[in-house]
């Protein structure tokens, strides 16, 4: 983030404030003493009237109020600044009570805030930039703003006003909007790929999550495959990445085989990703029923859990960690959950139509999923484990129809909604458009098209 940091330290900035206040006292005292001297010569002369308790009650008044009371010139401090970084559990008032704003003035400040910003929505990891300014003894400890950022795109500031009270406003940043793109060979794995190419990690596995219908991430991608990805960007003045979000077009080349998606948002106001034809992407089960950004293994030296479906091994296996979520493959009914021999802890889920599918090996089971519960597709239902006969953490997941396995990789999901009329139309100048944009690419930025 290209937050400047405060000049100082909020230690070095109250060891500042505090010398600032003593070389005042020491001021106010000297001056203190000149009256009380000039005073005392001034009266010389005359019968002391009043008794010694009618002494000037500046005499009485501690040193630190004389500094306070400002008669005495002293340098005023400039205002300085400072960066805070939100940590798990903290409350702006705790962070502005630990630079020594006053309780009154933090609680005073949060209620301020609170008109534009509900503090606690505050996340580990923010910055907040407080600014202070000379105080009324010319240090540099008075709460003269607070920043507080909302989005990527706006900040609440709460300023102290000129009658001293603090309010609140909006603020929105600087921010430019830009597209971004990425591709080329998939080195090890689509996710270590696109995140060495600086495509922020949530986009990389939103790109996963949008092909886990179609794609076996743990056996279709092989050396030789390629991607490419177009999305949104935000960068502020200094061109700083502040935030990345929408995939407008996505394409995978797996084998040689082309697998295109293009973002689209149909009459009814859905946004879903559509292949160049206008099918959805969305199919009623995954082939990738695990975050498939923690396969990670490279090619060709994939150990052993990967095994695909065969006659000896009826079911096929994902090498992720364990617990890593496992995901019901699509919308349908738990038929068993828990312990199943060799299997360990187990789900199976039956689906509309002929087909159920099964996932062993788990370490836990989602709380509250029994049998007779109904999920939904991409519904956590575990999490990966090595329970029953398995040699390490991995998932073993069968594809059942009518009760026994078969290979899910044989097995082609129907496509779901598919575009039609006016929709459609609208959707081939999407495909039109992006076409063109992925064209316009300067050279280097463009894959090869064989
Ligand atoms: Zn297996």
Do not use: W
């Not at 002369?45 to 040193?63: I, K, Q, Y």
């Not at 309780?103 to 996340?123: I, T």
């Not at 995901?327 to 139509?353: D, F, L």
């Amino acid at each position: 983030m290209g937050f400047e940091p405060g000049r100082h330290s909020g230690k070095v900035f109250r060891a500042a404030s505090v010398s600032r206040m003593r070389m005042a006292a020491f001021l106010g005292l000297a001056g203190l003493g000149a009256l009380i001297a000039l005073g005392f010569l001034g009266t010389a002369g005359f019968p002391r009237l009043s008794p010694r308790s009618e002494a000037p009650a500046a005499v009485e008044t501690p040193p630190e109020e004389r500094a306070a009371e400002g008669t005495i010139p002293v340098t005023q401090a400039e205002p300085t600044e400072r960066t805070i970084r939100v940590g798990s559990g903290d409350t702006i008032i705790d962070l502005l009570l630990s630079t020594g704003v006053p309780r009154n003035e933090a609680h005073d400040a949060v209620a301020a805030l609170r008109k534009h910003f509900n503090p606690r929505q505050l996340k580990s990891g923010q910055e907040l930039v407080v600014k202070f300014g000379p105080g009324d003894d010319g240090g540099g400890d008075r709460l003269e703003r607070m920043i507080v950022p909302v989005t990527f795109r706006q900040d609440v500031a709460v300023e102290r006003a000129g009658n001293g009270d603090f309010v609140s406003s909006t603020v929105d940043k600087p921010v430019k909007e830009q597209a971004a793109y990425a591709g080329g060979p998939i080195e090890s794995s689509l996710y270590e790929t696109g995140v060495a190419q600086n495509v922020p990690a949530a986009m990389m596995a939103e790109m996963i999550r949008l092909y886990s219908y179609d794609v076996d991430f743990q056996r279709d991608v092989k050396e030789g495959d390629s991607f490419e990805l177009l999305y949104q960007q935000y960068i502020d003045e200094q061109g700083q990445l502040l935030h990345a979000e929408t995939i407008r077009y996505a394409e995978l080349v797996l084998s040689g085989k082309r697998i295109r998606l293009f973002r689209f948002t149909t009459r009814n106001g859905d946004v879903e990703y559509f292949n160049e034809k206008g099918e959805s992407v969305k199919k009623a089960l995954l082939r990738t029923p695990v975050d498939g950004a923690r396969i990670s293994s490279k090619f060709g030296s994939r150990l052993h859990p990967i095994l695909g479906y065969t006659t000896m091994h009826r079911g096929i296996d994902f090498a992720v960690p364990g617990g890593t979520p496992i995901m019901a493959a699509g919308n349908g009914t738990v038929e068993m959950a828990g312990t199943n021999g060799g299997y360990g802890r187990y789900v199976r889920i039956k689906h509309t139509g002929v087909f159920s599918t099964a996932y062993a090996h788990m370490s836990s089971i989602a709380k509250g999923l029994r049998k007779g519960a109904k999920v939904r597709q991409g519904q956590v239902i575990g999490y990966v484990g090595s329970s029953g006969l398995a040699t390490g953490p991995h998932l073993h997941y069968e594809l059942l129809s009518g009760g026994s396995q078969i290979n899910p990789l044989s097995v082609k999901m129907p496509s779901g909604q598919k575009l039609d009329g006016k929709d459609l139309a609208r959707f081939r100048e999407t495909v039109a458009m992006i076409e063109r944009e992925l064209k316009a690419l300067p050279p280097e930025r463009r894959l090869a098209q064989n």
